[in-house]
């Protein structure tokens, strides 16, 4: 098993490598992806300063989006005949991750039920993440086995930010076949005609994207990025602020509320397993 070094704020960083490229990742740091580099160019934005305070949501890499993807109508649901309280995008990128296997180009983390889980997600899990570099792709394997006597509904989402300079943003492009979006800013649906990278926030939720990935192309000077996903995911949200150097395009198992309202739950059956993968290349 290959150690750890000490990266930000001293925390224990894992460096994946494989010619070119070079991926680091923070397991306590709920298993964040903090960069990602092809030959020099640096694929993803990352506000150090919101990783070292434990404090503060992660702004940038690629968070995990676990129990659920987005918040929750009053940051509750019910379960057992009682209400239960998460947080938008869940526990799963505020909580440590542990090793399970370290060598050249592989990550192996993972992470438990606990009672501290269990009080706002009332189901016995274990979820495995494999982080493997290939060239220059980078593979995030979801692993999730439940333990419990009851199915388990599985929200999961990412969260990666994509470095793309404001400069660059009036030229930059997602690739999609999106005809209907939730605008998330304006909190109702709408016609998808494109995207306007530049506007003040961008937070469209894009409810028909057809195709198992897309294309970031993130404008002069900058190679696109390849991201393909397990036909799980559904839901493709991108999201950006003005005079930030990034754009997220984030795959969704299901739209925001999904444990409250059911609609696109993924379930699974007690004693199964359930593996989804996403695959960024640059």
């Known amino acids: 098993m290959s150690g750890p070094f000490p990266g930000i704020a001293g925390l224990d960083t894992y460096a994946l490598e494989d010619g070119a490229c070079r991926v680091e990742i923070i397991p306590t740091r709920g298993a964040l992806v903090t960069r990602m580099v092809v030959e020099g160019e640096e694929v ?29 109508p009053g940051d509750t649901y019910p379960a057992d005949r009682k209400a239960y309280t998460l947080p938008q995008h869940g526990f799963a990128r505020r909580l440590p991750w542990t090793v399970r296997q370290s060598e ?36 995030l394997d979801f692993d999730l086995e439940n333990r419990d006597t009851r199915p388990l509904p599985l929200h999961l989402g990412y969260h990666p930010y994509f470095r793309v300079p404001q400069a660059n943003k009036a030229q930059a492009r997602v690739e999609t076949d999106a005809t209907h979006a939730w605008d998330n800013r304006e909190k109702h649906e709408v016609p998808f005609t494109g995207l306007d990278l530049t506007a003040a926030e961008v937070d469209m939720h894009l409810r028909d994207h057809k195709g198992p990935g897309t294309t970031l192309e993130r404008g002069p000077g900058l190679p696109p990025v390849k991201l393909s996903w397990s036909p799980e995911f559904r839901l493709l949200v991108v999201w950006t602020l003005q005079g930030k150097d990034f754009v997220c395009v984030e795959p969704w198992t299901a739209a925001a509320g999904a444990l409250a309202t059911g609609e696109g739950l993924l379930h699974v059956e007690p004693g199964e397993r359930v593996s989804l993968a996403f695959d960024i290349e640059a």
């Open 44 to 72: 993803l934005f990352l506000d150090e300063g919101t990783v070292a305070d434990l404090t503060k949501n992660v702004r940038g890499g690629i968070p995990v989006l676990f129990p659920i993807a987005g918040p929750l």
């Open 104 to 139: 050249g180009s592989l990550l192996v983390l993972g992470l438990t039920s606990s009672e501290e889980t269990l009080r706002q997600y009332p189901w016995a899990f274990d979820a495995q993440l494999t982080f493997s570099l290939v060239g220059s792709r980078l593979t």
